[in-house]
């Protein structure tokens, strides 16, 4: 390569530093932008590299329009707008790319910089992770790096020193922007509401069950919400995260009924065992917001409105686009419409006419028990006694999925069972439904959060019994109690990764296995958690909190104490610091001055050494050992003060020892 | 409107600032009541992407993007510091200033030391009604730069300097932070020799034939004084002498006149002309009488020198020409 033979000249030099953070600040953007895109940036940016280093002339305003307006028609027909969030991210990322190749003045690279730290920003649209944090860490560093190069006049410092001078600023801003994340006064946003905002498709649970497909729910490692319990957590068969609640069955699938808005009265009486606790949620673009069951009064989620349905589901009134936090209190015990009647049986007992003839004959025989909670124990005791299979891979199932389950397959998963149950107390009398939601979490021993996965998502049953209202069944922990008391990879063996069987051991996310991994996981999540608790979900109510434990803590005797005791401190190091810029040399001399003032020589303020010798020489006040050493020592001082610096490392001793004989 | 709001604060400054007015004697350290700051226009725009980056983050609820905004912003205020400190505990003294003749440009010398263990960087430096300053100066810790700020002149007399203004906008750019400095320094400006004045006044009819032997008698060189002409210069010498080794500008010198009694008396010079040109006139006897060593006496005025010739005489001839009729003459 000749291409680095000869250093580089400044500007070149401050061109590809420029081109350097650009490229930093572009890099992330790529993840999310139309590979044309980054290609054509790419291309942009190597265009601009080549024409730093070989020294070729920055290409005409001609050639670069029709490139910029192609670009433009690209971005319009790629998004079909050029105002919404992506598009307008795709559009200042070229504009960066193309004035990178228009840069004449001074100006233009405030411009460039500027741009490239709101492109930093825009970033934070499509990742908000540590690692995005770091590497737009990085890339502050870089821009302020270029940006200082750029201020040099005359004498430039190699790049280690500028960069070291970048690095000493960001060290310094650094703690005053934790301060001020921390107080800056934060309000609920959106401002306006933007174009393109919050979109794309919403995860977690939906509000849909077919038993006869597969949930890709079930293998999704994904957080679904994070609790913290101020107290013992509850027992893990306890912790039933309340969801949609599905009544109307076709046939093939259970939906939430039409019927939803009616208004009816709720019956719920609390008591047993209160447990606090917060709740994270993870944002899912949907309205769904987790309780365990059940709790005793609607939480406050902040910036949305909650309600609550007849069905006793919360929801919000927007859907959740932000990682939102709420506190909530749930009682073990409860009684939901606990009344000897209930309004709307009828609603509970639908069936879809012509599916699941045998299911629906052995539910009618149900009815010969006259008590209705004897008719759900011999359900759950025939899953208990016959062979069922807790998988998550269960065989496809045709038109009769019930009667196929229970009489062919006897394989299935939550979905499976409770939808089986429920259809055969439906056709028993009894009022039942499908719950959805989440069973159980992972507590994480680092921090005390408890994760829930979405492969935590679970699916139960409801019946109502007249006087004790609707009481939770699980029919799937009649079949594999494992699932409920320690989870789903207690029950089921996980896939092995690409269905390759030798790699089973290497599945990074066996919860179970090797310890170490599970640390590193725990470490991780730990992390990651306080990371949205305290980063990302910085909200107006926990700065509140955290400003009032502040007050609390600063103003008191101890923490003014320190204050002042710092303080003095500086004050001390000032003084003494401004005492150490007289030269020694410099204060010996001003002693001798002193003490020959004493004895009545004092020296007139323009007099020098020398001039300040023949004074001393003709004086007869002073003894003459005394007169010779003053004058040895002003010779000397006189000597050191206008000689060229020559280092006598003796010098200071010996105009010492001189001043101790002059009395 | 910025340029209107700059003029504005720059009148307003120089009315209230108590240290405009006054003379700094000696060396001033440039302590912070000295150093002014307020953001470029670069600055400006750096507050308009804060404020856009602000919106941003609480319209779109960007837990990093509240970061990101105030890392950027501080580190915006840490710029603010260090283009502070960049000028901060310089000290500054002047230098020499030697007379020159009217026309010429007078050389104030400033020194601009860094005793402190922070390398200064980007130091712009002029006169204040300079829009763009034209000195820039790196002061590594320890050293001083010395800065020669160069003056036009046109009339003869004292020539006080305006205001120095020394400006930095390192490191990124920011802010811009200055400070004035009234150097008590002034330059005293000699007449303009006057150019195709007439021969020296040598008394007597017969002195003419013999300055005319006498002038051309070539004794050697000496060293260049302000106000040799050109035709005077010995330009054979001063291109044979090399500069790396303290060449310096030579005149020749001549002999002759030697005897002559040459009375330069101000009166002497016809009324008729301008008391300027009369002035330049002098001026230029002056130094031709110097050049070719010949003792001179002058009279301006109630001012009587007797013959003499040197620098020290000279000097205090043109001085006395410089300042002849002006009012705060010392």
């Known amino acids: 390569m000749k291409l680095f033979d000869t250093p580089l000249t400044r500007d070149k030099a401050d061109t590809l530093l420029l081109l350097a953070s650009a490229v930093l600040v572009l890099a992330p953007h790529t993840a999310h932008l139309p590979l044309w895109v980054s290609l054509l940036c790419g291309a942009t940016l190597a265009w601009r590299a080549v024409i730093t280093l070989r020294g070729r002339r920055m290409p005409k305003a001609w050639v670069l329009l029709p490139v910029a307006v192609a670009a433009m028609a690209g971005v319009q027909f790629n998004y079909e707008t050029l105002l919404g969030k992506d598009a307008g991210v795709a559009m200042l990322v070229l504009l960066v790319a193309f004035k990178m190749l228009e840069m004449h003045a001074r100006r233009d690279l405030f411009v460039v910089v500027f741009l490239c730290f709101f492109l930093a920003l825009t970033n934070f649209f499509y990742a908000q992770g540590i690692g995005t944090a770091l590497l737009t860490l990085a890339s502050v560093f870089m821009l302020l790096a270029t940006q200082l190069s750029f201020q040099f006049t005359g004498v430039v410092p190699s790049l280690r020193t500028r960069l070291a001078m970048a690095g000493r600023t960001l060290a310094f801003a650094l703690p005053l922007a934790v301060v001020m994340f921390v107080v800056f006064p934060r309000i609920h946003g959106p401002l306006w509401s933007m174009p393109g905002g919050p979109g794309g498709a919403s995860s977690g649970l939906s509000d849909q069950m077919s038993p006869g497909q597969m949930s890709n729910l079930a293998l999704s490692e994904e957080t679904a919400f994070r609790a913290r319990f101020f107290g013992r957590p509850p027992d893990r068969q306890q912790l039933y995260w309340r969801g949609p609640v599905l009544d109307f069955f076709d046939g093939l699938t259970w939906t939430r009924g039409a019927s939803q808005a009616s208004g009816r009265d709720l019956h719920l009486a609390v008591g047993g065992n209160a447990t606090d606790y917060e709740v994270t949620l993870e944002p899912s673009q949907s309205r769904w917001v987790f309780a365990l069951e059940m709790p005793g009064e609607l939480p406050k989620v902040p910036g949305h409105a909650l309600r609550i349905s007849p ?17 909530a209190t749930s009682y073990t015990g409860y009684a939901l419409q606990g009344g000897a009647v209930l309004d709307d049986a009828g609603r509970w007992l639908l069936l879809p006419y012509g599916f699941n003839p045998r299911a629906l004959a052995a539910g009618r025989a149900l009815r010969r028990l006259s008590e209705p909670d004897a008719r759900v124990q011999a359900v759950l005791a025939q899953f208990r006694a016959q062979r069922f299979e807790y998988t998550l891979a269960p065989p496809l199932l045709g ?25 055969l107390m439906r056709a028993a009398g009894v009022p039942a439904r499908v719950v959805t939601g989440y069973q159980g979490g992972e507590i994480n021993p680092l921090d005390g959060y408890m994760t829930v996965r979405q492969s935590d998502a679970h699916a139960w049953a409801e019946v109502w019994l007249a006087g004790r209202g609707w009481i939770r069944v699980d029919p799937t922990a009649a079949v594999a109690p494992e699932r409920v008391r320690r989870g789903l990879d207690a029950s ?109 020589l004092a020296r007139a303020h323009d007099e020098g050494p020398s001039a300040y010798a023949a004074r001393v020489a003709g004086a007869a006040a002073l003894a003459p050992q005394s007169r010779d050493a003053a004058m040895e020592f002003l010779r000397r001082y006189s000597a050191w003060r206008y000689a060229p610096p020559a280092a006598d490392p003796r010098l200071k001793s010996t105009l010492k020892s001189l001043l101790s004989q002059v009395r | 409107m910025a340029r209107g709001v700059r003029g504005w604060l720059r009148r307003a400054t120089g009315h209230w600032l108590p240290r405009a007015g006054t003379l700094d004697d000696g060396e001033v350290v440039i302590s912070q009541r000295r150093v002014f700051i307020v953001p470029t226009r670069a600055g400006l725009g750096f507050a308009l992407l804060l404020a856009v980056l602000l919106v941003g983050s609480i319209n779109y609820m960007l837990g990093l993007g509240f970061g990101l905004t105030f890392l950027a912003l501080s580190c915006a205020m840490v710029d603010m510091v260090h283009t502070y400190r960049n000028l901060a505990q310089l000290r500054l003294r002047q230098g020499r200033v030697a007379p020159v003749f009217a026309g010429e440009e007078v050389q104030f010398e400033l020194q601009v030391a860094n005793r402190t263990r922070l390398a200064r960087y980007a130091v712009r430096a002029d006169f204040a009604d300079m829009r763009e300053p034209r000195h820039v100066a790196d002061i590594a810790p320890g050293v001083h730069a010395t800065l020669t700020l160069a003056v036009p002149t046109a009339t003869r007399g004292w020539l006080e300097p305006g205001r120095v203004k020394l400006s930095t906008r390192f490191p990124l750019g920011l802010f811009v932070a200055w400070s004035y400095w009234r150097p008590a320094a002034r330059a005293l400006v000699y007449p303009r020799p006057e150019d195709g004045a007439p021969a ?13 032997a006498g002038s051309d008698d070539f004794a050697g060189v000496r060293n260049y004084q302000a106000g040799d002409s050109p035709r005077q210069m010995a330009w054979r010498q001063i291109a044979r002498l090399d500069p790396d080794i303290g060449g310096a500008l030579v005149s020749k010198h001549f002999e002759g006149g030697g005897g002559e009694e040459l009375v330069l008396d101000f009166d002497a010079l016809p009324t008729s002309l301008d008391v300027e040109v009369r002035l330049s006139r002098m001026t230029r006897w002056v130094l031709e009488a110097e050049s070719r060593a010949l003792p001179y006496a002058f009279r301006l005025g109630a001012m009587q020198l007797a013959p003499a010739s040197g620098a020290a005489h000279q000097a205090a001839c043109l001085r006395a020409l410089a300042l002849h009729g002006l009012k705060d003459a010392p």
């Open chain 1, 311 to 327: 069905q006793f589901e919360l929801t919000s009134d927007t859907p959740v686009g932000q990682r939102v936090r709420y506190r």
């Open chain 1, 399 to 423: 038109r009769h999925t019930v009667d196929e389950f229970l009489y062919a397959t006897r394989s299935g998963f939550c979905e499976h069972y409770a939808g089986a149950f429920v259809f």
């Open chain 1, 492 to 600: 089921v063996p996980r896939p092995a990764p690409f269905g390759i069987e030798a790699l089973r051991g290497m599945n990074p996310f066996q919860r179970e296995g090797n310890p170490w991994l599970l640390q590193l996981r725990n470490t991780a999540s730990a992390l990651n958690n306080g990371w949205n608790q305290w980063v990302l979900n910085y909200t107006p109510e926990r700065q509140s909190d955290v400003l009032r434990g502040l007050r609390d803590k600063l103003f008191g005797w101890p923490f003014i104490g320190l204050l002042t005791g710092i303080c003095l401190l500086v004050l001390l190091a000032r003084f003494f610091r401004r005492r150490k810029e007289i030269h020694p040399i410099d204060a010996l001399y001003s002693t001798l001055c002193k003490r020959l003032g004493q004895a009545g």
């Open chain 2, 200 to 212: 020296l006044p040598l008394a007597g009819g017969s002195g003419s034939s013999l300055r005319a």
